[in-house]
């Protein structure tokens, strides 16, 4: 592992925060291009992931200091830079890769090179999104420019400066006798959207995602319908419950953010409540109330499972621009990643690996793969806008 002068004097202070936007940019190429030997370690019978990154750190010192100690240019600083990177090494891969076999479990935390044969750049998703107005007609969200995009009835349709979309009601009160304009906004594959309610209510939306909702709330309650995944930031009115509609199952609240999740091609719809409460209720009319930090998954024969203590800040990874895994299987790894990349994905033999980790979602997919630190027994191959995995 052999550090260029230059390269130390950067992660110094890149650990001590002082370091600039382009001299990060320097520091992320050597990262990048640095192609040493991968190092591999076997985790015992009985060994933590916590106990194996401790390994990898001493490992990563020991070859520091011996990098020093050879070339004979110690420096009053240089002990404390072989620490920072030996952090710097382990951040910037920022996952551990926990593999399952049978019949046989072998867990391995590896440092890998970057992946051959990925050169295909296969760009993140961003805001892209379809409105279909009460009357049919459509608007690509993405190509309008800002301002005024529509107005229905009383209500204005707002596209803001940062791409939000905004319903205000303008002018006179709605009363229930009104009619209800309702409005669809849908995103594609690699896309994702936030809307901000006439209620106030916001609404991010996941890719391959929909909202149907009425541009104004009258009556009782305020009711959407949804697909695919969405965040609710709920404002709050106890004379007029909120309703969301997904699926075959409905969730009621007052005020309050939770998350649902009801692809088709999940095993189940998660509603995952981070703030308030909520009632949860299947086709078949059984109903669960949530406390925050609980996550309600909703089977297809409609059986409703609770569980508490659930990682909220993974339910909701996507709405802050990361990828969070906790001993994810690889095919519930790939679903996201064909959603967002809008690619297809093929698995060529069994394939049974669990990954834990963080990445961001603003990078192309060669580079995902890259830090997710592939280990030889499984390998992903790009083909145009498909992603063949095998073991």
Not at 250 to 272: K, P, W
Not at 283 to 304: M, V
């Amino acid at each position: 592992m052999q550090i260029p002068e230059n390269i130390l004097v950067l992660i110094e202070k890149y650990q001590a925060g002082r370091i600039t936007a382009d001299e990060k940019t320097l520091l992320d190429k050597w990262y990048h291009s640095f192609n040493d030997n991968e190092i591999e370690f076997t985790a015992g019978k009985d060994e933590t992931e916590q106990q194996i990154a401790e390994r990898i750190k001493s490992r990563l010192l020991n070859t520091i200091h011996r990098e020093y100690a050879e070339s004979g240019t110690r420096r009053k600083w240089q002990i404390p830079v072989a620490a920072a990177a030996a952090v710097l090494v382990l951040l910037s891969i920022g996952i551990y890769v926990m593999v399952t076999s049978k019949p046989t479990k072998k867990e391995i935390a590896k440092i890998a090179a970057p992946v051959p044969g990925m050169k295909t750049e296969i760009t993140p998703g961003g805001n892209k999104a379809l409105l279909v107005l009460a009357d049919g007609s459509t608007i690509i969200l993405d190509s309008t420019a800002n301002g005024t995009i529509s107005e229905q009835g009383n209500i204005k349709v707002q596209k803001l400066s940062n791409g939000l979309l905004a319903y205000t009601v303008n002018g006179k009160l709605i009363s229930e006798k009104d009619e209800a304009f309702f409005n669809t906004i849908s995103t594609p594959r690699g896309g994702q959207y936030q809307v901000t309610l006439s209620d106030g209510t916001k609404v991010w939306l996941n890719a391959a995602s929909s909202i149907r909702f009425p541009v104004v709330f009258i009556g009782k309650e305020r009711r959407v319908e949804i697909t695919g995944e969405a965040y609710f930031e709920v404002a709050k009115n106890k004379a007029m419950p909120f309703k969301v509609k997904a699926s075959s199952s409905e969730i009621e609240v007052l005020g309050t953010h939770f998350n649902v999740n009801s692809y088709d091609d999940e095993a189940s719809m998660r509603t995952t409540l981070l703030e308030g409460s909520v009632k949860v209720s299947a086709g078949n009319q059984q109903s669960k109330f949530l406390k925050p930090g609980q996550q309600a998954g909703i089977s297809k024969e409609g059986r409703i499972d609770v569980m508490s203590g659930v990682d909220t800040e993974e339910a909701v990874a996507w709405k802050n621009g990361l990828f969070i895994f906790n001993s994810t299987d690889v095919k519930s790894i790939m679903r996201q990643i064909s959603r967002w990349y809008d690619v297809d994905v093929e698995y060529r033999g069994n394939v049974n690996l669990h990954f834990t980790g963080q990445l961001t979602r603003n990078e192309n997919v060669a580079r995902v793969f890259e830090k997710i630190a592939l280990t030889e027994e499984v390998h992903f191959k790009i083909d145009g806008k498909k992603i063949i995995v095998s073991p």
